[in-house]
């Protein structure tokens, strides 16, 4: 007969193995009911966890701890629930967070809240801002247990950032929507109580009460700053949670963090001890049934109900009611936008406007792609498109501000500078219009070719107006300054051709000019009148031609050459005479009648 050994044996491996229905015989330990999918990017159910609550008849209530990485949670639930870490959650001294997903305990502590037996779970979160996670999984974590919990307890260490509070807003956002979506939009969401636990040692000044409603309090905003509504527009998110909110302070156990696990209470600040039993009664005071559509829950009923919630929040698509969309999409809106940006800064104002809107279209468009490829929910984004369109037309506008203030820079320098150069030309010391219009040439051909911009056809009839202007001024006191300066000139000219270079034609020449000039204005009463006389006109071409020139500028060089000549002339009287002689003199210098070679008389 053949042993029966093999056969018991066999049996006894068969009782080891675990059997499809999960059945578990002892609930006094913590449970996993979400855990996270390989890629730490969605959520995903466990049996365990999900068959300790359904075994639950009674009316469900949850309370739930959320906060950062490192924060305590775990140790602050074993402390509520007056368990040692080596029998409650699992507690981690490691860089790495020790829980992952959500826990829950397996038993529940039964009250009686208004007169209803009520079981109250409590359920430990995976911390977010841990390394190796997506702030998507972060966000889904946040969200369930902001669904779930009927006291969601926001642990903090030290103090409130703008960071903290943005992220309850987004989880607060995300539970109200898929909520609505699994229950219906025109459903209220019926939000958690929420308690805000600030892990702190010292609070100078004000309570921490005072403390969470500062930061809740929205900021004045008289100017209308954007970044301001922001804020303000997270402040507002928390509308929904309405007063069932409340802080409450709890200091540090003991100093060696690393060691509290192996602590006794005796062993722990009594400051703390008083403050986690303060904190465990007021966790029961506030606490009611978890409601749903005004319908408590059982064990049955909330597992359902978890079901639902995250097979919705594993969805891909975004929902597109609410602002959710905008929240989702805000950081690839703020990529973007700095994208934009960044493109428009390298730009070299000013431009002209048609190039500076070639360059918005083209970037706005090469943005828009980059939008439509990355952004969240593909055919639920309208909004965020049209926030996002707002917003690049807003930073368009300022770079239009900016390519008017540097046109108008620009073309303002241009036109000052040809406005100095027209005064210039108004003070010649030798008056030329020959001079004038090739300055007034430059100066029209230089604005022209740099003035651009928005500013240019402003700028464009002012310098019309100042040109012409300066043009009228100067022809007019041409004649008048030409006409003077040839009177004293003659005078001149006939002082050095008797006296200094002793050149009868000079001098003929300088009283015919002088002659005609003041004979002409006496017979016809007026200089005007000379203005029109064809000899005139021969004067003033010949002038012209003397005073500027492509190759001479006499105005530039009129003091030199004067020096020069001057110089000339005094050498020659001192020393040239003595060596050359008068030869070249005309008889009329020359008569020596009354000369030392004379023989005297008695």
């Known amino acids: ?103 829950v305990w397996g038993t529940p502590i039964d009250l009686d809240i208004n007169g209803v037996r009520t079981s109250v779970f409590y359920l430990d979160t995976e911390g977010f801002e841990s390394v190796g996670k997506s702030n998507v999984y972060d966000d889904r974590i946040f969200a369930l247990a902001t669904v779930l919990s009927s006291v969601l307890i926001y642990n903090l260490p030290e103090t409130i950032r703008e960071a903290d509070i943005s992220r309850l807003s987004f989880a607060v ?34 309570s921490v009460q005072e403390m969470v409603n500062e930061a809740l309090r929205r900021v004045p905003n008289a100017d209308g700053n954007k970044n301001i509504d922001v804020v303000n527009q997270i402040r507002d998110s928390l509308a929904v949670m309405g007063d069932n909110s409340t802080a409450f302070s709890l200091p540090q156990p003991h100093l060696q963090r690393t060691k509290l696990c192996d602590m006794k209470d005796v062993e722990l600040d009594q400051l703390y001890i008083t403050r986690r039993e303060q904190l465990k009664e007021l966790v029961a ?9 005004g319908k408590t829950l059982t064990g049955k009923e909330f597992v359902s109900f978890l079901k639902q919630i995250l097979e919705a929040l594993n969805k891909g698509e975004i929902p597109s009611t609410g602002s959710l969309v905008e929240v989702f999409n805000k950081n690839i809106l703020e990529k973007c936008l700095k994208l934009y940006s960044e493109k428009m800064a390298t730009l070299v ?30 055919h639920h984004a309208k909004k965020s498109v049209m926030q996002l369109d707002e917003e690049l037309q807003q930073v368009y506008k300022n770079v239009v501000l900016q390519n008017e203030l540097q046109s108008s820079k620009l073309c303002e320098g241009l036109y000052t500078r040809c406005e100095d150069k027209m005064d210039q030309l108004q003070v010649l010391k030798l008056p030329s219009l020959a001079k004038f219009n090739a300055g007034f040439l430059q100066c029209n051909h230089s604005f022209e070719h740099e003035c651009i911009g928005p500013s240019k056809p402003n700028y464009e009839q002012r310098m019309m107006k100042m040109l012409g202007k300066s043009r009228s001024l100067f022809i007019k006191e041409y ?13 001149v000219m006939v002082v050095i051709g008797r006296f200094f270079i002793k050149f009868i034609l000079i001098e003929i020449g300088a009283w015919a000019l002088f002659i005609f000039l003041e004979t002409y204005t006496r017979m016809f009463w007026s200089a005007e009148a000379l203005y029109y006389n064809p000899v005139w006109h021969f004067i003033v071409a010949t002038w012209e031609t003397v005073v500027y020139s492509p190759v001479l500028d006499l105005d530039r060089w009129a003091i030199p050459l004067a020096a020069v000549l001057s110089l000339f002339i005094l050498y020659w009287r001192c020393y040239g005479k003595r060596k050359y002689g008068s030869q070249w003199l005309l008889p009329l210098y020359r008569s020596n009648k009354n000369g030392s070679n004379r023989p005297r008389t008695d």
């Not at 000013?350 to 500076?356: A, D, H, I, N, V």
């Not at 004649?479 to 005078?491: G, P």
Request: charged letters at 20%.
């Open 1 to 103: 007969m053949d042993s029966p050994f093999p056969l018991l044996l066999l049996l006894f491996f068969l009782c080891l193995s675990p059997i499809p229905s999960f059945s578990i015989d002892n609930f006094h330990q913590a449970f996993p009911i979400v855990e996270p999918d390989p890629g730490h990017t969605k959520l995903r159910l466990s049996r365990e966890g999900l068959e300790a609550i359904e075994r639950i008849t009674n009316p469900i209530a949850a309370v739930a701890v959320i906060g950062p990485y490192r924060s305590g949670k775990s140790f602050l639930l074993n402390q509520l629930l007056s368990l040692s870490c080596y029998e409650g959650f699992g507690v981690g001294h490691m860089r790495d967070t020790k829980t992952k997903g959500i826990w």
């Open 173 to 206: 956002e995300l539970a109200e929507e898929f909520y609505g979506r699994v229950k219906g939009q025109d459903v209220a969401f019926e939000p958690a109580k929420l308690l805000w636990l600030i892990q702190r040692d010292f609070l100078q000044g004000k």
């Open 285 to 293: 005071s506030i606490i009611s049934p978890k409601i749903v559509q």
């Open 349 to 378: 104002l000013p431009l002209t406007e048609e190039s500076l809107q070639g360059t918005h279209d083209r970037t706005k468009d090469e943005v828009m792609q980059v939008f439509d490829q990355q952004h969240f929910g593909r």
């Open 479 to 491: 004649n008048h300054r030409l006409f003077n300066w040839l009177v004293a000139f003659s005078l």
